[in-house]
């Protein structure tokens, strides 16, 4: 009788623990890392002062189905993959481009947009009218990210790298250099929000890239993130986030 009610007692704690660390385990509120200014990514909206885009509402989105709670910690981009690889935020949402220098030090979640580089140079600007152009050429782009390591390949005369994007896209309104070069959407975003018709895109778009979340290595959060990924794409949540910010629906995955 005492044994049963032994066996009886350890089954049913072990139900118990079983329970407890069957869904996410992800208890703690999280910290996750963002971009200070990458719209339409993520940045602080004048009014509110709040951190809006795509980023930060398909992050809300990815919490909500998987039962977190959050903070959001901007950063410098710079600082984002030491960030994760020091594990002092669970995940990282950045435009951060998927490559494999990277995943050897942070783990990514599926790719959840498509992206590559663009020029931006002045609208009168007759001279450039492609990457084939920035030879001897002074080109900004910003520290840290797929375009300053791309940018040595087009020979340009001078790189000059900024820790914010909106710094190069000034220096080239103001003369000081001949173009900038940056991922796609924000380029596109710059010139049409806030370019003034003063400048222009030339050129394709290079280098495709992805963007992916990312995670410390071996972070047990990047499996359940991947697949309430694909339930936001399958229920058609994704592609109303994706049209919110970029007015048109995303390519077929």
């Known amino acids: ?37 990458f719209v339409p990514f993520e940045f602080r909206d004048p009014d509110t002062g709040e951190y809006v885009g795509f980023d930060i509402d398909l992050w809300a989105a990815i919490a909500e189905k998987i039962g977190v709670e959050y903070q959001l910690q901007p950063m410098d981009f710079s600082g984002i993959v030491p960030a994760l690889q020091t594990g002092s935020v669970d995940a990282a949402l950045a435009g951060i481009t998927i490559t494999a220098e990277r995943e050897k030090v942070v783990d990514f979640s599926h790719p959840y947009y498509d992206s590559g580089l663009s020029i931006m140079v002045m609208a009168d600007n007759d001279e450039i009218a492609g990457p084939e152009d920035i030879e001897g050429k002074r080109i900004a782009v910003r520290t840290g990210t797929t375009s300053a390591n791309y940018a040595p390949r087009l020979n340009p005369s001078e790189i000059v790298q900024f820790p914010n994007i909106e710094a190069a896209y000034m220096e080239v309104r103001a003369g000081r250099v001949d173009a900038a070069m940056h991922d796609t959407p924000n380029v596109m975003y710059y010139i049409n929000t806030a370019g003034d018709g003063q400048v222009k895109a030339v050129g394709p778009r290079m280098q495709a890239q992805s963007y992916g979340i990312g995670f410390p290595l071996n972070s047990s959060l990047r499996n359940d993130v991947n697949i309430a990924f694909l339930q936001l794409v399958e229920s058609g949540k994704y592609a109303e986030i994706y049209r919110k910010w970029f007015g048109t629906d995303p390519n077929p995955r």
Do not use: E, W, Y
């Not at 032994?6 to 704690?13: D, H, K, Q, S």
């Open 1 to 37: 009788m005492i044994r049963k009610f032994i066996l009886t007692t350890l089954l049913a704690a072990l139900l118990l623990i079983t329970g407890v660390f069957a869904g996410p385990s992800h208890a703690k509120k999280l910290t996750v890392a963002v971009d200070t200014a």
